[in-house]
């Protein structure tokens, strides 16, 4: 199949190279065009190690219209903060039926596309992923990237849900079978594991980070990272509980990820550091850790709960923290949410527009 993905970071490259290497052929996009320069110096020629090893040549374009024109899916591979301003580029380019993954899920952007989408009267299916299917570093060179795992299982729920077991089938065709149906895109926006670890790594190791030391994250993650993080996820099952919602713990997203035994997440930690000994933890404040997680998944799901009247004591207090440390309001640095209008939208309604997006006749959720 022919795939348009756009964005050159981590999971770019690694989706890319293993696309390619699978007998399908990616189309690279970026929003910043100097991201595809060294793999354009070298003829497009992408270099991948780690878990499948070997070299592919791509395409790339410049022009988001020309990237998807002849696309049989289109890959959304950015960060939470680059979800708006890619979607608003996207949009206008999306036909009828072309399918869009997010990879992975974040502050229910899906929402936010399917409005966009209906106020063009274009109806295609958004597939979001609770987390990313690879797990990668892109190389500082630009055109190499190390892929270090294929997780096990990705949970996928798609607007609208009557779409979900296509889906998941066109998922599988890409990337193989690891895809299992989730409740809805609210549930997929709030499965990743990553604002609560992120946060709790990059908060207590915030003086390593600043003082640019080398430091291997899940030798840091130790018991009482472990506590503070454990926390936050009971936090988050309270709130997808309060949405009718199940969701795996983040010791099992470890555990499913990564084939281990280990029940408590200190105890997971030290034993991915002994088999994996990395990855490097950030060393620089301007870190996904923090300036993503934190906006895009700690401050959106204190605003699913306030829909809710839950509070969630433990997230206020660490957006706090941090937005004193980081000299920034982090609940202010959210795109997606103002855009959304939750505080406009009654509950019923919303939980409704959660299974099957925006209707183009209305731009009201569908109530058939």
Same mark, same amino acid.
């Given at each position: ?18 696309? &390619? ?43 988001? &219209? ?12 950015? @960060? ?92 599988? &065709? ?104 990395? @990855? ?89």
């Amino acid at each position: 199949m022919k795939v348009a993905i756009l964005g050159a970071g981590n999971i770019g490259f690694a989706s890319a190279a293993w696309l &390619a290497s699978t007998g399908h052929t990616p189309i690279l996009w970026s929003p910043h065009a100097e991201n595809l320069a060294p793999l354009r110096a070298r003829q497009h020629r992408l270099s991948f190690t780690g878990i499948i090893q070997g070299e592919c040549k791509l395409e790339s374009e410049n022009d988001i &219209a020309v990237a998807v024109r002849h696309a049989e899916v289109v890959l959304l591979c950015v @960060p939470g903060y680059g979800h708006r301003s890619v979607i608003d580029a996207l949009v206008p380019h999306i036909k009828n039926g072309q399918p869009i993954i997010i990879n992975s899920a974040c502050s229910l952007s899906a929402l936010y596309l399917s409005r966009q989408l209906a106020e063009r009267r274009v109806s295609a299916p958004i597939i979001t992923w609770g987390t990313t299917v690879l797990t990668a570093r892109r190389q500082v060179n630009g055109y190499e990237v190390a892929i270090m795992a294929a997780r096990k299982f990705v949970h996928v729920a798609t607007l609208p849900m009557q779409e979900n077991e296509r889906a998941i089938a066109l998922c599988s &065709a890409l990337f193989g079978h690891r895809f299992r149906a989730q409740t809805n895109v609210l549930a997929t926006s709030l499965i990743n594991i990553n604002p609560i670890a992120h946060l709790g790594l990059a908060l207590c190791n915030v003086t390593r980070i600043e003082r640019h030391e080398s430091w291997p994250q899940y030798h840091y993650l130790t018991p009482g990272v472990a506590n503070l993080i454990t926390s936050l996820e009971k936090e988050r099952q309270t709130l997808a509980q309060r949405f009718g919602l199940t969701i795996h713990s983040i010791e099992a997203h470890f555990q499913q990820s990564f084939d281990l035994p280990e029940s408590e997440l200190a105890d997971i930690a030290e034993e991915l550091h002994r088999r994996r000994g990395g @990855p490097a933890g950030p060393t620089t404040l301007d870190t996904r850790f923090i300036l993503e997680d934190t906006p895009y998944g700690l401050v959106f799901a204190e605003a699913m709960a306030k829909k809710v009247g839950l509070a969630l004591p433990q997230h206020t207090s660490v957006i706090n923290v941090v937005a004193a440390i980081w000299g920034r309001d982090f609940r202010r640095d959210n795109t997606i949410l103002p855009m959304l209008e939750l505080e406009k939208m009654p509950l019923r309604d919303l939980q409704h527009c959660l299974s099957v997006g925006y209707h183009s006749n209305d731009m009201k959720a569908t109530t058939s």
